[in-house]
């Protein structure tokens, strides 16, 4: 039997995505991790233009979260931000991706796993310090904005 043969009759590996739960649970890494979760199934899927659009949109608001932030009470609590990128990361995977059951059905797809989540969770928690306070801080440097 020639390579070719073998690689031929061989089945490809499932494509791994998140589900629902998993993207909502990932948005433990700010507006970053929603991004990055939504991004990533996407991509599992082959659908590159709902990707950019998750990009595009996700830049938006960031750049609308650092306009806002230093317009907002000090005191305000950030509970009701979380709570709405939750809902709308897990309201976007269910509706324009798999959900949990359709992913469990599929040959083609199987789950990552939960430990990837919280993985790039944290690593996206980071990157939304960074994306977030890195032009703040900038912003307190130059002497524009002076947190009370």
């Not at 950019?52 to 005191?75: Q, S, Y």
């Not at 809902?87 to 359709?102: D, F, G, L, S």
């Not at 992913?103 to 083609?108: F, L, Q, R, V, Y």
Request: with cysteine.
């Amino acid at each position: 039997m020639t390579s070719g043969e073998y690689n031929a009759s061989r089945k490809e590996a499932p494509v791994r995505i998140y589900s629902p739960r998993q993207v909502a649970c990932g948005t433990i890494g700010g507006p970053v991790g929603l991004m990055y979760f939504l991004m990533a199934n996407f991509d599992a899927l082959g659908q590159p233009s709902r990707k950019n659009r998750v990009l595009n949109l996700g830049i938006l608001f960031i750049l609308a979260l650092i306009i806002i932030l230093p317009l907002l009470p000090e005191n305000l609590p950030s509970a009701p931000f979380t709570v709405a990128y939750i809902i709308t990361a897990h309201q976007v995977a269910e509706r324009y991706q798999m959900n949990k059951q359709q992913i469990k059905a599929s040959e083609d797809y199987e789950f990552h796993s939960n430990w990837r989540v919280l993985g790039f969770g944290l690593l996206c928690l980071v990157g939304s310090v960074i994306a977030i306070m890195g032009p703040l801080m900038l912003l307190v440097m130059a002497g524009i904005w002076v947190p009370a």
